[in-house]
């Protein structure tokens, strides 16, 4: 499918389906989610722009494909799996901005279901924070999703880059700049957390429903993050290196 004009609204794709959306340099606009994908989605060559809630949204067992010729804005999360499960996202590239909220979000409300599976190739992602209280993250990740960093680079306005409360994160790659003094809450929980932090995994009481304290981790085998040189893994720490005015990751606690 390619767009000939300007989509403003909605667009939602079924399950049964299998689109190659091509935006055409072209723009769908929308108060709420933009596109919903409950089927099989590959989207390129275009800019999408949720002015109150969520640029992409998948549904449960769909398969959406995010090419790097694709710029996402907005108010609140860039990419969301919400509730769904057996979701499959591929991020090969493009500028992903949250205004108020996580760029790459999921939601951690007890429910039985398949992990997600995230995994980012690329991309800028720009995180920030308008409501009062509240500190932006990269990716928040709640549930028992699989998520996999290989590249991209995470812009975090007083915020963290990653925050997981269950499932299992890896960083192979990235960037994480992570700035500012903020201090507040991410999701449901409103105990403060530091912003500037490139990772923080939370398992504090009430832990989230689908934690597990025998799989559940953030693991880091490389990036680049200039950010706060101790941020939480887990129960731990990871260990930095300076080189250049960064910090490497040169162990995972």
Not at 6 to 14: E, F, L, R
Not at 154 to 169: C, L, S
Request: proline share 2%; charged share 10%; aromatic share 8%.
């Amino acid at each position: 499918v390619t767009l000939l004009e300007g989509v403003t609204g909605q667009v939602v794709i079924p399950a049964e389906k299998k689109i190659t959306l091509d935006l055409n340099g072209k723009q769908i606009t929308h108060s709420g989610t933009a596109i919903i994908n409950n089927g099989t989605l590959i989207v390129k060559n275009g800019t999408v722009v949720s002015t109150g809630h969520c640029g992409i949204g998948v549904g449960s067992n769909s398969v959406t494909t995010i090419e790097s010729s694709v710029t996402i804005t907005a108010q609140e999360n860039a990419v969301i799996t919400s509730t769904s499960t057996g979701a499959v996202i591929t991020i090969n590239g493009g500028t992903f901005t949250s205004i108020d909220n996580a760029v790459i979000a999921g939601n951690g409300s007890a429910r039985n279901g398949e992990p997600n599976t995230i995994t980012i190739n690329g991309g800028t992602f720009n995180g920030g924070i308008t409501s009062a209280g509240y500190i932006a993250c990269g990716i928040y990740a709640p549930w028992k999703d699989i998520i996999t960093v290989n590249g991209g680079t995470f812009n975090i306005t007083n915020g963290i880059g990653v925050v997981a409360r269950a499932g299992q994160t890896t960083i192979n790659g990235g960037t994480f700049i992570c700035t500012g003094s903020a201090k507040g809450g991410v999701g449901d929980k409103h105990f403060d957390m530091d912003a500037a932090q490139a990772l923080y995994f939370d398992a504090s009481d009430p832990a989230y429903p689908a934690y597990n304290s025998e799989t559940d981790y953030i693991k880091v085998t490389g990036g680049t993050f200039s950010s706060d040189p101790t941020a939480y893994v887990a129960e731990g720490y990871i260990a930095y290196q300076k080189d250049d005015g960064t910090y490497q990751v040169v162990n995972n606690a």
